[in-house]
């Protein structure tokens, strides 16, 4: 059996109301191209939202969005969220929002879509097989940036509405969209946004599904929780101009050698974070939690292989599903204003900036985790005696998110998962962030699904992205 | 008056046979815009040799310095030096080096004139003011990359001949050009090519000259010392590609996370280089050098103001001169490998590789100093117990150079300067790397000199490299 995603998708819908999918993902099925087709001219665009001499990619992209559900018949708007301040005090204008829907009879009950269109960076050179812009398709499997994370599951929303209409059958639900172009940066502007439309856009929405994740296994999964994450840029700077380090090696006091000495107090070899306060405020790991963990479908030895590493941070699956998910962990990205090209350069920069970013869990806060780290970095840079100058900024602040499994849209999704694949869904959450889910929760108090389409070897954010053509479309031959 | 370096270079040479120099000097000055074209296409030229992908344009360099020799009637030849070995195993042409005779009369000198037309990388968003590679006169300044170090220097030499040549004057000596394409890398293959052409090209050479420094302040200076440079990639390997550090951090063991741990312990906050041996290597400061740079003109507040910081790494002249020109030094010039774009990407890179280089000066030898780090690397990266790859590679490794301040060549120089400036040339030592001329030293047994041209504030290897009109022409009414 193939993977049905697609299908999956039209059973969550038809949970809310009753509905046989068979015809629906019968002319899904036969229409793979046009979706395909779709998908590459929506990769194509390079919406990465965290550069901005590509935003005017970025707003494209909210363009044809908003123009593809319009053409639908939707009642398209695209809100306008203001302005981003950038760290060096510039202001630019951050993508639309589009919102649309489709159906507002009052007798329904109307589910609300989210997704984003915008993407992380990918460069060819960064070992890419394939042009990541070029939508790619090898043995089913489409590669490109953004195809898994998260253009094809937005899509994939939106040709299951277009297989309603093309069928002429009447949508069992409302359905509402709310596609935003920040998400890879921390959703910056939408927060506002839904607090601002909380009781005209949002006021009859029952319930919210996203799909911006992925399966644990080859077994589907339904998500209840993500992290959150705070993304730190940590700037050493010293001389007004970088400098021939053979000319004045040895009289300065080096910004790179400063900015490594602070990145190298933040973790311990071993995965201990060493910033005080941080471990304190974990919530502790429930006996129900370690029981759920150790029911979990997951093989340590095939995470290896997959990743392609010897030996992972923890020995036993329970240690390493946890700290996935439930505890956080510091990454450093890289280091901006140093050389980082191929070869060599006999150079002294004169500005480095660490990108770091902590993962946020419950209970951390990240306004707390801010201070934490600002003050931590600032008494560590304080002890080297640098005559350079620090700047510690927090550029995202997202908060992790946790849902209740046992709530009737969980049950729902149980179902519709059991009812496709015949067996039942992993309960997962994710160590990734999605930084909406906690607003959504929040301000609107509607209850919200995460429902992965994206395989567990899609490799988001990663080189060779990929949506196999497996998870979206289903064989029907295969299937009955 | 302005600082007349190209008569003194011609000066130089007449003080091998007495000459006037004044009719030569105001030929050059009145054919500046015939230079500053030269210069200009040369600049245009990306030659950057540590860039694989620049090894055509770097070619063509060479071919462009050839023929410009050619058609002044020197015997060219463009000598092959082989191939390059780049770090994952694939071979590479390297650029011939360029040999030229002017004069082949016994009964005079032969001086050779060594230089290079290969350049560090430049970017414009590295934070130029103007196109790296468009030679841009700014008030006089001529803006652009490689034009101190070392097309501009290489340019007046052979200007200088061609003003003999322009003006039917007999060259006092037979002029000799070695132009090598590899100097900002190491000078790769030169070394063999010195070797092999002992006995027929450089058998009848009685000096070289090497105009591939700056002066230390506005006064005249001659260099008598270099250091050298042992340059190293220090590569650590783990997942088989980038990860999304949402997703996995927490569960992997992150190469970046290492190579920042292992680079931390390379040399202390207050200067002092960690890795064993190292210090021990190096010849004491002795009395007389005390001595000579106690005598030095150098005022530590403008060398703090040039540079833009507020403290430097020694507070007194002797001690910052010293560790400018004697002492070893660590600076860690960058990664490769990890993010370093504007913006946040929230990766976990899967094969990170620091670049850092160690400034050699006697009694230091690369040989040794490749054992040393890579073995410290290695028992301190053992200590994380990563399961991680770290792989130590020495890509570069020159020696230092010190010539005899008591040599006739350089009583012949301090003549020149005293007869051009009217004042006494500071003997001085630099800091940064010209690797050949130890070579030359060791293999031909000839004298070398060394005579910069460029200024003190030209910029090498930084953003806004620069060479002066003021440097390189006589302005005469201003002399006399």
Not at 196 to 202: H, I, K, M
Not at 310 to 327: G, I, P, Q
Request: hydrophobic share 40%.
């Amino acid at each position: 059996m193939n993977v049905p995603a697609l299908a999956c998708v039209l059973m969550v819908i038809s949970t809310v109301r009753a509905f046989q999918y068979a015809e629906l993902a019968r002319y899904i099925d036969s229409h793979q191209e046009e979706y395909v087709e779709a998908l590459r001219d929506w990769v194509a665009i390079e919406s990465d939202s965290s550069n901005v001499f590509r935003r005017p990619d970025l707003h494209r992209m909210m363009d044809v969005a908003a123009q593809k559900l319009r053409l639908m018949g939707g009642t398209v708007e695209l809100v306008d969220i203001g302005e981003q301040e950038l760290p060096n005090g510039q202001k630019l204008a951050l993508p639309k929002v589009v919102t649309a829907l489709f159906g507002s009879d009052p007798s329904k009950h109307t589910v609300c879509i989210y997704g984003h269109v915008d993407v992380q960076p990918a460069k060819l050179e960064d070992g890419w097989a394939t042009e990541p812009y070029n939508l790619t398709d090898v043995n089913g499997n489409l590669y490109g940036r953004g195809a898994s994370d998260n253009k094809a599951p937005v899509l994939a929303w939106i040709h299951a509405v277009g297989a309603y209409q093309a069928l002429s059958l009447e949508l069992p639900v409302n359905v509402k969209f709310v596609i935003e172009g920040m998400e890879e940066t921390g959703s910056n502007g939408l927060d506002a946004m839904i607090v601002a439309q909380r009781d005209t856009f949002f006021s009859d929405v029952d319930y919210i599904i996203i799909s911006d994740c992925g399966w644990l296994s080859r077994r589907p999964a339904l998500t209840y929780g993500t992290r959150g994450n705070c993304y730190f840029f940590a700037e050493v700077e010293g001389p007004k101009q970088d400098l021939h380090s053979g000319v004045y090696g040895g009289t300065v006091i080096e910004p790179m050698t400063d900015l490594v000495g602070i990145l190298d107090t933040l973790i311990s070899p071993s995965g201990t974070i060493l910033i005080p306060g941080i471990r304190e405020a974990v919530a502790p790991l429930s006996d129900e939690e370690w029981r759920m963990y150790q029911d979990i479908q997951f093989d340590l030895d095939h995470y290896k292989t997959k990743i392609g590493v010897s030996e992972l941070m923890y020995t036993n699956k329970v240690d390493l599903l946890a700290h996935m998910w439930r505890y956080p962990t510091v990454t450093i990205h890289g280091i901006e204003g140093a050389f980082s090209d191929p070869g060599t350069k006999t150079v002294i920069p004169a500005k480095v900036t660490a990108k770091f970013s902590i993962r946020q869990v419950p209970d951390m806060d990240p306004a707390t985790v801010k201070k934490q780290v600002t003050d931590y970095l600032h008494s560590v840079f304080a002890k080297r005696k640098s005559p350079n100058k620090l700047k510690v900024t927090m550029v995202i602040g997202a908060k992790p998110w946790l849902a209740d499994t046992q709530h009737p849209l969980y049950e729902a999704g149980k179902a519709a998962v059991k009812r496709v694949f015949d067996m039942d869904a992993d309960l997962i959450r994710e160590g990734g962030t999605i930084p909406i889910a906690r607003t959504f929760q929040d301000v609107t108090g509607k209850s919200i699904i995460m429902m992965p389409i994206g395989g567990f070897d899609d490799g988001l954010h990663s080189q060779n992205e990929k949506m196999s053509r497996s998870n979206i479309f289903l064989n029907f031959m295969e299937l009955f």
